[in-house]
């Protein structure tokens, strides 16, 4: 009579509550059902047969509840750490990811430097704002446009001199036409495209090595998700024939060919007009070239102030940047002899000092650029080595220069030979551009 208690009823024999149908619990041996509520844990109902049964909403365990969710103390289902049912869920830096429920960090955003990626100019710094940063630090503004495989057409790429290994590509055979170009404030590469028809400047978008098969490949067609800035004052078959960017702003005025000398705004306005412009400070003031190759300044109105004390003209200028007082002009005022001269807004001039010789295994070269502490940068080659290029950078403290960039550093098998796992920036037919 037991067994068949046991096994035909509602009602049985029982050690604990796993040996009872669901709904019935084990109370002296006895599996029993509930005569109403109080009969039942505090998240559960008694049902018309007797069971307890989960009410609306309420859980027992982790089963009851969906992959994002737990159950809480309450015995009702709520998500779980790390999960979200929307945005509103996650930080402001975090979307919440549909799929997994999970919040995932929104593009360019992080929590460490880990987050960013390697595809910057310069190393990935995370901020305060969450948001991933690659700006130049102590001068290093100087880059090379360079290339991934030396003597072919298509494979250029960008690089600091100071760290060629971190590089950015996607040009074309005839993007950079010429060394009109600057990295501006923001660390974006503004550009005269070569291949244009008609030219404009662009800005620089990188791009990914593509995949196919196990095989990355240079990316083709790079430039054409470079964003192509307007220029309403040049004809529709006219090109930019040249243009300049504002230091501190990044703003950008260009000329037209046929009239070269006469810069526009992007916005629309004249900056400047008659004057070959060499550079343009963040007050405004720019750098210029006068009459007969003298050097001048030009005020916001356009006033131009004859600079007085130079050793020379834009003939014996090597480069120029702008200054927050004004600007920077390396110059050769004799043959062999390079200086760093500073000139203010109101065109006085006055000697910063004097390079310094080159190494002693290195070709010596008169031009160069600058970077923003005055630093002189040059593309050169090893004396004792054979089609070996390097970059030299000399102070103008008279201190001798340093190779800062040598090929032969380059780490092994690299670039294409490497799955582009490994890149290196090489000098072949290369530039040098900087800041404003």
């Known amino acids: 009579m037991l067994f068949l208690a046991c096994t035909s009823t509602s009602e049985g024999l029982c050690d604990d509550d796993s040996g009872c149908l669901p709904g019935l619990r084990c109370e002296e041996g006895v599996c029993i059902g509930c005569a109403d509520n109080d009969g039942c844990q505090a998240w559960e109902d008694c049902t018309a047969d007797r069971r307890c049964e989960l009410r609306a909403g309420m859980c027992a365990t982790q089963k009851q509840c969906k992959a994002w969710e737990e159950c809480g103390a309450g015995h009702t289902c709520q998500l779980a750490a790390g999960s979200c049912q929307s945005a509103a869920n996650c930080k402001d830096y975090e979307d919440c990811d549909g799929a997994t429920r999970k919040c995932v960090l929104q593009a360019s955003r992080c929590t460490t430097s880990d987050d960013c990626g390697d595809g910057e100019l310069w190393t990935p710094t995370c901020g305060q704002d969450n948001r991933c940063g690659s700006t130049s630090v102590g001068g290093n503004d100087v880059l090379l446009w ?91 078959t006219q090109d930019v024939w040249n243009f300049i960017m504002q230091a501190g702003t990044g703003a950008i005025a260009y000329s037209c060919s046929g009239d070269g000398l006469t810069y526009h705004r992007l916005e629309g306005g004249v900056v400047a007009t008659g004057h070959q412009v060499l550079s343009w400070n963040a007050s405004g003031h720019m750098l210029a070239v006068g009459s007969g190759y003298d050097l001048i300044v030009l005020t916001p109105d356009q006033t131009a102030i004859r600079i007085t004390g130079l050793p020379g003209n834009q003939l014996d200028t090597i480069d120029t940047r702008a200054h927050p007082t004004g600007f920077l002009l390396a110059m050769r005022p004799t043959s ?49 080595e054979l089609f070996v290029d390097v970059i030299v950078r000399r102070p103008a403290d008279g201190s001798p220069g340093t190779i800062v960039y040598n090929e032969n550093s380059a780490p092994g098998t690299v670039n294409a030979a490497a799955n582009f796992e490994r890149r290196f920036n090489f000098m072949h037919g290369s530039t040098l551009f900087t800041g404003p």
Not at 158 to 180: E, K, L
Request: proline residues 7%.
């Open 146 to 236: 360079g290339t991934l495989d030396e003597g072919f057409c298509g494979a250029d790429a960008i690089s600091s001199v100071m760290t060629p290994t971190r590089v950015q590509a996607g040009f074309g055979c005839y993007t950079h036409g010429d060394s009109n170009a600057f990295v501006s404030p923001s660390g974006r590469v503004y550009y005269r495209e070569g291949d244009g028809n008609p030219a404009r400047v662009k800005i620089f978008v990188p791009d990914t090595f593509p995949l196919k098969d196990k095989t990355r490949s240079y990316p083709s067609d790079g430039p054409k998700n470079d964003t192509r800035l307007p220029a309403p004052e040049c004809g529709a």
């Open 336 to 384: 062999g002899v390079q200086e760093l001269w500073h000139v203010d807004n109101a065109g006085v001039s006055e000697r910063v000092g004097t390079y310094g010789a080159h190494p002693e295994n290195v070709s010596q070269n008169g031009g160069g650029v600058l970077d923003a502490a005055g630093n002189l940068y040059a593309r050169s080659s090893l004396t004792d």
